[in-house]
């Protein structure tokens, strides 16, 4: 297996624009997670799905940030307007039911927002 | 307050020393501990993992749970340049249904030749 995949690896763009990462997890995992990582706040959960059903967005920052996962193999998170406090690298990770404690995590997408 | 504090270092020994990663939390449902090592630019991956109290051996590493004072604790031995990297403390309290875990700030280690 590839593991999980995320692109683009960098992304740059300017205040105000509409940014998509994309996520495809582990083929036969269930759960899947979006982080974001910065220095000042470490690693922070911002939503997670369980059989591609949101469970628990109470990480996701405000109403500009979404986060969809349409089938197993599949997530996407957006921010739209973007602003430069979003930037961070975004990491998304995902486990299997049978050993949840072992999340797998991607190569993260480098945000910066100008 | 932070559920889970834990010193961001960095911290640098020299190769072949005894490294101590301490972290301590205050969410008394925590009851699954992990420890994930991160290469620069890469994501975490699992390192370490311990239920409840005690402690857990794995070649070099060793992890210590003591949940009367949460306080857990990685112990890497005869440290390698190779170590060098940022190690993340996480939590999980997945018995109360909350799935997800909760991660450290991270330290930075650096070991040198």
């Known amino acids: 297996d590839a593991g999980v995949i995320q692109s683009p690896r960098h992304e740059v763009t300017e205040m105000g624009q509409e940014v998509t990462l994309r996520c495809k997890p582990i083929s036969g995992h269930n759960s899947l997670f979006w982080y974001r990582q910065t220095m000042m706040r470490g690693l922070e959960l911002l939503i997670y799905f369980n059989n591609n059903v949101p469970i628990d967005d109470s990480g996701m920052p405000e109403d500009r940030f979404s986060a969809k996962m349409p089938n197993a193999s599949f997530s996407t998170l957006k921010i739209q307007p973007s602003e430069p406090r979003d930037s961070a690298v975004y990491f998304c990770?995902?486990?299997?039911?049978?050993?949840?404690?072992?999340?797998?995590f991607g190569s993260g997408t480098q945000l910066s927002v100008l | 307050q932070k559920e889970v504090e834990q010193d961001p270092g960095p911290l640098s020994v020299p190769e072949g020393a005894i490294v101590s990663l301490n972290c301590t939390y205050s969410?008394?449902?925590?009851?699954?501990f992990m420890w994930y090592r991160q290469y620069s630019r890469k994501g975490p991956e699992l390192l370490m993992y311990t239920y409840s109290s005690g402690n857990k051996e794995d070649g070099r590493f060793t992890a210590q749970v003591d949940k009367s004072s949460k306080y857990i604790s990685l112990f890497i031995r005869d440290s390698q340049p190779s170590d060098s990297a940022t190690y993340l403390c996480?939590?999980?309290?997945?018995?109360?249904?909350?799935?997800?875990?909760?991660f450290g700030s991270g330290t930075r280690l650096q070991v040198q030749p």
């Open positions: 969410n008394s449902a925590f009851q699954y």
């Open positions: 990770a995902s486990s299997s039911q049978l050993r949840e404690e072992k999340l797998f």
């Open positions: 996480a939590m999980s309290a997945k018995d109360t249904g909350r799935r997800a875990l909760t």
